[in-house]
Every structure is written in structure tokens, then in C-alpha cells.
């Protein structure tokens, strides 16, 4: 049974920073792809990062890019995404998610998906 596990969200001021992590078990995790997506209330499920199965080729929501840093550790199956100089408009559930096939921005394209993260940024 392929499971997702979000960790590392929470409160922060603006300006500050969180470091989420994505457990993945139940599937080989090398062979999959992993995004991070947020939602926040009343809006649509929004790509935040991706992250292909070797690392080397990795893509950002313009909206994060230059803030916002993924990484993976294909040997403790996890994916981390650093997220630094936080807005409030960050605020959102936080979901990672895992596809076969290649970087992807839409959600759509994944296929499992964990249970999400809280992220609130205050002013």
C-alpha cells in the first residue's frame, strides 16, 4: 500500500522559514517522480515544485521560485522542500505527491497523493 506522509508544517511569521519532509513507503521511490502542491481554502490545487526521480531535473511555481528549494533522498525515501522568506499568501495545505511518469505541473498527473500539511504564514 503506497503511503505519502507530510510533515514540517506549521505557524510562521512572514519572513520566516519551514522545512517540509514527504515520506514515501509502499513503492519503489526511486522510480517516481515527486511534486508538492497547496491548496488554499476556496481555491484550486496549485503546483508549487517537482522534483524527477534522480534530482537532476527540478521545476518551480513562479511564485516560489528563488524561495522555495526541493530536494530528495532517494536512500531514506523522502522529499524535502525548504521553504524560505514565507509570505502569507503561502498559507495552504501542502500535499506532496508521486507519478511514474516525468516533471509534471499539473496535479492531475500524479497519481498518490498524502494527506497534506498545514502551512500559515501571519504578518
Known amino acids: 500500500q503506497v503511503q505519502l506522509v507530510e510533515s514540517g508544517g506549521g505557524l510562521v511569521q512572514a519572513g520566516g522559514s519551514l522545512r517540509l519532509s514527504c515520506a514515501a513507503s509502499g513503492l519503489t521511490f526511486s522510480n517516481y517522480v515527486i511534486g508538492w502542491f497547496r491548496q488554499a481554502p476556496g481555491k484550486e490545487r496549485e503546483f508549487a515544485a517537482t522534483?524527477?526521480?534522480?534530482?537532476?531535473?527540478?521545476s518551480y511555481a513562479d511564485s516560489v521560485k528563488g524561495r522555495f528549494t526541493i530536494s530528495r533522498d532517494n536512500a531514506k525515501n523522502t522529499v524535502y522542500l525548504q521553504m524560505n522568506s514565507l509570505k502569507p499568501e503561502d498559507s495552504a495545505v501542502y500535499y506532496c505527491?508521486?507519478?511514474?511518469?516525468?516533471?509534471?505541473?499539473?496535479?492531475?498527473?500524479?497519481?498518490?497523493w498524502g494527506l497534506g500539511t498545514q502551512v500559515t504564514v501571519s504578518t
Open positions: 522534483i524527477s526521480r534522480s534530482g537532476a531535473t527540478i
Open positions: 505527491a508521486a507519478n511514474l511518469l516525468t516533471v509534471r505541473t499539473n496535479y492531475r498527473d500524479y497519481d498518490y
